[in-house]
């Protein structure tokens, strides 16, 4: 049996900065603390809590003071920072590029949209990190919509200026975009300048699900290995489910079942921009122990 890992999954650039800034910092001092799970890999997150990084939240930021605390790559909003300051804590801030991007250009396109009596919606997950620090930048004051049936509270009429969790799907964020067009046609609003589309999605994210699509054809078998917090890792394996109907979504080896081999020639093994190597390595030796 041909067992492939997919050259493409795995760690995305900003996940990679915030790894190596942790463990950078924990060679020096043996501690560390990050402000929610640094990744969404419950395996990678129990990596690095080995090497002294504990895990706090928003609430537990409050209360402490003359430390170091390490920002991942979703971001975080303006409150944080103010906290940080006045809690005299050292940031460690390993916000990812692209988010920072996001959150510059909403903020920008609020100031635009406030001067014309408009709308900001933000497609993405409710309560996922990213989010809460996009929509951190504007006081909350936007639509955050997560499906099509989410689009029943706005107002058609109105300038809508749109964004997009960096994350998400282009095709759902298409989708939606058509919706919208579409009502705003129902109710006799065509103009393309009060309807404005950001394109917010990342490059490398939204790359991986069309190779992703390629590399599940070529495979009887595909071993989709992601942590079950990642809105990313989900949206990946249903593209690889959609393509080959003998996809398995898995987080570590003890959930792996030995009858999805039997009358297989060729496993691939793919993952989330939030799933590290090691892991689809020990998969991979675990399947071949099987074989």
Known sequence: MNIEIDKYSGFCFGVVYAIEMAEEELKKSNSLYCLGDIVHNNKEVERLNDLGLKIINHEDLKNYKDCKVLIRA???????????????????????PVVLKLQNQIKEGYKTVSDIDGQIVVYGKKGHAEIIGLLGQIGGDAFLVSSIEDLDQLNFSKPIFMYSQTTKSPKAYSEIKDEIERRRKEHGIDDPLQFVVNDTLCRQVSGREPQLKKFSEKHDVIIFVSGKKSSNGKMLYESCKNENPNSYFISDI????????YSAQSVGICGATSTPLWLMENVSAFISELN
């Open 74 to 96: 979703h971001g975080e909003p303006p409150e944080t920072y103010k906290i940080a300051m006045e809690n005299n804590i050292q940031l460690l801030d390993a916000s990812c």
């Open 254 to 261: 003890d959930e792996i079942k030995k009858e999805w081999f």
